[in-house]
């Protein structure tokens, strides 16, 4: 299915299952919509379940627009709030993880009116300048690589330099005897694989929305975000170590913390019983 209003030039290809209350589940990078094939099917038996491309991934549209006005996550989430406001969906749970999460806690900040509850895993608020560590840096260097031409000219249009990058970080981010399945890589390949695909993907960090831009920046709100939210927190992330876990009051006036035993990064297809879980308790919980 396919977005019928634009927002601001682009439409979202989404895939929509299930019946009842509403979730929305926001995917990361390097993935697609694709990285919730297992939790959708769990949680659609007692929700109406929407899982969009975000701008610039999988089939959604992809523009040479200005990274910093239509790629970061203001942006990304107008598109979401716009998708919302299509399908009458009133106020659903929104899950996400990596950039999906980011773009979560932006509506859930901006327009808290539109969000029953938040399912979130890293990155979280509260890092700070410890991003700047040098054993952090040795996992952050991807954006800075990002930002540079050099990796659209290495990487852009050639499906076997796309193969062997995507899959250096489903490996490396991933917890303990998780490896990407070749059909998984083989669909990365086919999406992002294509002239232009991947610098739409990596415009998110051109905008300035990366974890270490979004990190320095940060401050401690005058208001906190009130919508009820469940952190998820794996065992096995490279970039986001558990010790980082430890500011979320301050930027979540109701948040309950949650270990992913065993998990890496990628925890909708690492732990997708748990994932699915934490959605379907929050659709059960969560305020009308």
């Given amino acids: 299915m396919r977005q019928e209003i634009a927002i601001d030039g682009f439409r979202l290809a989404y895939d929509r299952t299930g019946s009842g209350p509403t979730?929305?589940?926001?995917?990361?990078?390097?993935?697609?919509?694709?990285?919730?094939?297992?939790v959708a099917p769990l949680v659609s038996a007692a929700a109406d379940v929407i899982v969009p491309d975000l701008r610039g991934f999988g089939e959604s549209d992809k523009h040479e627009a200005d990274p910093a006005g239509q790629y970061n996550a203001a942006a990304q989430a107008r598109s979401i709030i716009g998708l919302i406001d299509e399908l009458a969906l009133g106020r659903p749970v929104i899950g996400g993880y990596d950039i999906g999460s980011r773009i979560a806690q932006a509506i859930a900040r901006d327009r808290p009116d539109l969000v029953r509850g938040l399912v979130i895993a890293p990155p979280l608020p509260g890092i700070g300048d410890r991003i700047l560590a040098p054993l952090a840096q040795r996992e952050f260097w991807y954006q800075a690589f990002h930002n540079l031409e050099l990796s659209t000219q290495l990487v852009d249009g050639q499906?076997?330099?796309?193969?062997?990058?995507?899959?250096h970080f489903w490996s490396h981010w991933s917890g303990p005897g998780y490896e990407p399945a070749r059909d998984h890589l083989d669909h990365l390949v086919a999406v992002y694989g294509p002239?232009?695909?991947?610098?739409?993907?990596?415009?998110?960090?051109?905008?300035?929305?990366?974890?270490?831009?979004?990190?320095?920046?940060?401050?401690?709100?005058e208001h906190r975000i009130e919508t009820p939210a469940t952190v998820l927190w794996p065992e096995h992330d490279p970039l986001f170590p558990r010790e980082w876990s430890d500011r979320i009051g301050?930027?979540?006036?109701?948040?309950k913390l949650s270990w992913l035993d065993g998990a890496g990064h990628?925890?909708?297809?690492?732990?997708?019983?748990?994932?699915?879980?934490?959605?379907?308790?929050a659709v059960q919980t969560g305020p009308d």
């Fill in 250 to 255: 301050e930027f979540f006036a109701a948040a």
């Fill in 266 to 281: 990628f925890s909708p297809l690492e732990a997708p019983d748990k994932f699915a879980a934490a959605i379907v308790a």
């Fill in 159 to 167: 499906p076997d330099a796309v193969r062997a990058y995507l899959r």
């Fill in 23 to 38: 979730v929305l589940l926001l995917h990361g990078w390097p993935g697609d919509r694709t990285d919730y094939r297992e």
């Fill in 195 to 221: 002239p232009g695909a991947f610098a739409a993907s990596i415009a998110w960090y051109r905008s300035g929305a990366g974890s270490v831009a979004a990190s320095l920046a940060e401050q401690v709100p």
